[in-house]
Each structure stands twice: as C-alpha cells, then as structure tokens.
C-alpha cells in the first residue's frame, strides 16, 4: 500500500521556504532599490516597498513557527486542516500579496483574505472556549448562543488590532499597509483614505459572523462541524 502525502508537511514547508527566501531576495532589494518609484512602472518598487515586504516575511516566519511552539509549550492539538488554511493565508497574504504584489494587481485579494481570517478567527475563538473550559469536546454545557457570540466578538476584536498594528507602523516606518496612498505614492484624501480600513473591519465581521452561526448550529444541533477545526488539549 502506497503511503499517503502528509499535505499539512508539504503545504507548511513549501510556505515556509518560500518566506525565508523571499526575506533573503527583498533584504538584498533594500540595498539596490531607489527612495522613491517610477509611477509609470506598475511593478517598480521603492525602498519603503522593499522595507514592509521584509517586515511582513519576518512576521510572517515566526508565525509559521508559532503553532508548533504553542503545541509544544501548552500542550494542544491544532487539526490539520486548521493548519493548511493558516499556512495559505500566511502565503496568501505576504507571499503573493505583499512580494508579487496582488493586493494591486488581483481586485478584492485583501478583502478574499479579511474574509477569510475573519472566518478563522472566529473558529480559533470557539476553541479558546473549549480550553479555557478545560474540556476536550464542544462546550454543550454552554450556551450555543455565548459561545457563538464570544467566538464573533473575539474575531472582530482580532481584526481591530491587526489594523492599529497596521496604522502603528504605517507611521513609524513609513509604510502603506492601510493603502491610503496609491502604488505610485499619491495620498488618498477624506472617505477615500478610509475605503481599505473600513472594508477590511467589514469583511472581518462578515467572515466571522459566518462562522459563528454556523459554529451556533453545529453546536444547538449538535452537527459536529466545529469540532473538525477546533484546538484540543493532548492527553
């Protein structure tokens, strides 16, 4: 019998790599990029460009080496498919979004992406229920409807301090996270500077209501849903 691909391996791995290498080819960027970029070159990147794709590839290294720190230190599961998806994101996100630039090439890419970290969240939120409750199952003791609430404020509440982190280094770094200026640096003024933020916080709370009514009917019904994504403690 032939032997199954571990896709979690594979899937992590390849994200990985791909960050590392890519920190290492924007480290050398910085050095040769100029201050500023040719605004008649879409792909003609400046050094502030350079400068937030290094410090997302960073971010973006240790998080992919927090799951199995948090595995190892306090002693939970994470599900495969839980996983895979938070690798995707992750390449997803500072890989093609941020390195081969499809927040500006591909339409809606940021808002595919809030949609769906506003969904994992809210799933993350339902297994801080369960570990917090000390119970390796769904909280069925618990009201469906807290925990449902809970998972959908936690989520929400994720994604509002995902962009303070933004607007914080926005302005000490000089970076364009919240793209309120255009590619070719132009500065967006009144509603329009607002657009990428509220639509992100938007979509978050869209992904994550989502997730929390069917984490609501999955536990009210006991349907088993939730539980498949659901982080538990080992034995």
């Not at 809210?122 to 229920?129: E, T, Y």
């Not at 003024?189 to 938007?202: C, E, H, N, S, V």
């Amino acid at each position: 019998m032939k032997n199954r691909i571990n896709w979690e391996k594979v899937i992590t791995t390849a994200v990985f790599v791909s960050l590392v290498l890519s920190a290492v080819y924007v480290s050398i960027m910085i050095a040769f990029s100029p201050s500023t970029g040719d605004e008649n070159i879409l792909d003609d990147r400046a050094k502030t460009d350079y400068a937030l794709m290094l410090l997302q590839c960073v971010l973006g290294i240790f998080a992919m080496l927090l799951p199995g720190f948090i595995e190892h230190k306090i002693r939970v599961i994470i599900p495969s498919r839980m996983l895979i998806m938070y690798s995707l994101f992750l390449f997803g996100a500072i890989y093609l979004g941020e390195v081969r630039n499809f927040y500006f090439i591909i339409p809606y890419w940021d808002t595919i992406l809030h949609a769906l970290s506003g969904g994992m969240l809210g799933a993350l939120g339902f297994s801080f229920v369960v570990l917090l409750n000390n119970i390796d199952r769904a909280p069925i003791k618990l009201s469906a409807a807290f925990v449902a609430i809970f998972s959908f404020c936690f989520a929400v509440t994720m994604g509002i301090l995902w962009e303070i982190y933004e607007y914080t280094f926005d302005g000490l770094l000089g970076l364009n996270m919240q793209k309120f200026a255009t590619q070719s640096g132009e500065q967006l003024i009144g509603r329009a500077a607002l657009d990428d933020t509220m639509k992100d916080l938007i979509v978050d709370c869209i992904g994550a209501l989502v997730i929390s009514i069917a984490g609501y009917i999955s536990l009210k019904y006991k349907k088993g849903w939730v539980e498949r994504l659901l982080l538990k403690r080992k034995k």
